[in-house]
């Protein structure tokens, strides 16, 4: 056990992310906050309303006016956020851009779709230096600042600038690639000098660290031992942490009444006696195209499952100014159309694809009712619609079907595992799963169950937090001997 020097009483903890957990919308003339998409705002959710810390962000829409702003962040300061407002320009240029357009295709091994535009770094540049301005202005020399993802890859040596002794941890959600695919960047080293200005850097993968290590070593000339790494002037650590799910949520909310009624009401829509379930944000690192054509696949070489099995497919919006995500969604919408055009009747359709977000009792319903989870990305840091999924199996009933490619896929060995490049292998595994025995299924889901329910999020957050309050007494020995 490691001692915790954080337990300073007034010292807080700052989350620094690109969004923050809620994003402004206009509704009916007035401006409401709806939750967040993704992994990181649901995995966070419930750490920073806790005492005094504060989760510092973007709130998800222009705000020109400056009486607005203010209004905007009265309200939040009184929820433990803080906003960062970005203007049109920096959210086409930083967010759309240089984020989506250049980190996140290469990061997730689609250097094909990458653009390299100088401007679009340099906005990218200049944004990071903003949400380092607004930081100096809230952080106290205790606070311990844990910046979040690939949107900020230069922010933590900003920081370390500006406030030199501060505690920095770093956290990247999605997949670091290996050098032969991160050299590829034009600012290769810049951005990972920028990480280097962190105390302790996580990644959710043992191979994504590897990457990582290799890469600094290659272009910044720094080795590494047992993941210490030193700058020269400092020692950093940079390790491995999974990221968990809040199993109870995901548990208690499948258990409520609530969510049993809106899981009948959705059972008795659907004429099919199995139900295979897809969710994710729209993004081609999700494989939905090569879902959807393994699936067209087995309605094909099984037809004794039509009218027998759903795919039950919700697909949440997300980026879609951008043009990758444009052609995306229209791929989709194809294949969709296609697929049910071809196969169904008057009263069945193989597809029920929505595409829109849902609240979290809707999410539960289908996790409940699902024979079989279908998450098949080709590539992903993490994935944490899997686990709500297992979480969510409280008969322990039903087959996760996982890509290897997903950083889960390394803790959750019991799920049927597959390569989403190989669609008969898909095609078999989704047959396997469909006719799986129920003994066999339990035995799969209560194993990965208590894993999840162990290593969940506040394990996850403990362990972050705790490896670098030693990572900051380490540096205080190694700087006294
Ligand atoms: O988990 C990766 C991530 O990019 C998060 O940083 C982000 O909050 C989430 O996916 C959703 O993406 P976006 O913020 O672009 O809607």
Avoid at 125 to 130: D, G, L, M, P, W
Avoid at 422 to 435: F, G, K, P, R, S
Wanted: proline share 4%; charged share 25%; glycine share 4%.
């Amino acid at each position: 056990q490691q001692p915790d020097i954080r337990y300073n009483h007034m010292a807080k903890l700052i989350i620094v992310s690109n969004r923050l957990p809620v994003k402004l919308q206009e509704h009916e003339g007035r401006l409401d906050f709806k939750p967040s998409e993704g992994g990181l705002a649901t995995g966070l959710g419930s750490i920073y309303k806790k005492k005094n810390n504060l989760w510092i962000g973007w709130p998800g829409m222009v705000v020109e006016e400056e009486a607005q702003q203010q209004q905007i962040v009265e309200n939040l300061n009184g929820q433990n956020m803080h906003p960062v407002f970005l203007t049109e320009k920096e959210i086409k240029e930083f967010y759309e851009g240089f984020s989506n357009e250049t980190l996140w295709p290469t990061f997730h091994y689609f250097s094909q779709y990458a653009i390299y535009e100088q401007q679009l770094w340099e906005t990218y540049v200049e944004v990071n230096q903003k949400y380092c301005d607004e930081l100096v202005k809230v952080a106290e020399p205790d606070d311990t600042i844990w910046v979040h993802d690939y949107q900020l890859l230069l922010l933590p040596s900003m920081l370390r600038e500006k406030l030199p002794e501060s505690t920095i941890g770093f956290f990247q959600h999605i997949p670091f690639p290996s050098y032969e695919v991160f050299r590829l960047l034009p600012w290769r080293k810049e951005l990972l000098e920028g990480m280097l200005g962190s105390d302790l850097i996580g990644f959710h993968t043992y191979d994504d660290m590897r990457h990582f290590l290799s890469s600094v070593n290659r272009l910044v000339g720094h080795g590494s031992t047992h993941g210490w790494i030193n700058t020269g002037n400092r020692s950093l650590l940079v390790d491995s942490f999974p990221m968990g799910i809040d199993y109870e949520k995901y548990e208690q909310t499948a258990d409520s009444e609530d969510v049993k009624k809106r899981e009948k009401i959705f059972r008795n829509n659907l004429h099919s006696k199995k139900i295979v379930l897809s969710i994710d944000r729209l993004d081609y690192s999700k494989g939905i195209p090569q879902r959807l054509q393994a699936f067209e696949l087995f309605l094909e070489r099984y037809p004794e499952f039509h009218e027998k099995v759903t795919l039950v497919m919700l697909v949440v919006p997300s980026r879609d100014a951008v043009e990758k995500y444009k052609e995306l969604k229209n791929e989709v919408d194809e294949l969709v159309g296609r697929i049910n055009g071809k196969y169904s009747h008057m009263n069945w359709n193989p597809i029920q694809y929505f595409y829109r977000s849902y609240p979290l009792e809707t999410l539960s319903a289908f996790y409940r009712m699902a024979d079989v989870a279908l998450v098949t990305p080709m590539r992903d840091g993490m994935n944490l619609v899997c686990k709500e999924y297992v979480a969510s199996k409280l008969d322990q009933t039903g087959v996760l079907i996982l890509s290897e490619m997903a950083g889960a896929s390394k803790e959750l060995s019991e799920a049927l595992l597959i390569n989403p490049n190989d669609i008969n292998q898909m095609v078999e595994t989704l047959h396997t799963a469909l006719t799986m025995p129920e003994d066999i299924q339990k035995q799969h889901m209560q194993h990965m169950q208590e894993s999840l329910r162990r290593y969940n999020i506040h394990h996850w957050v403990s362990m972050f937090m705790d490896r670098l309050s030693y990572v900051k007494i380490k540096q205080l020995s190694m700087a006294t001997t």
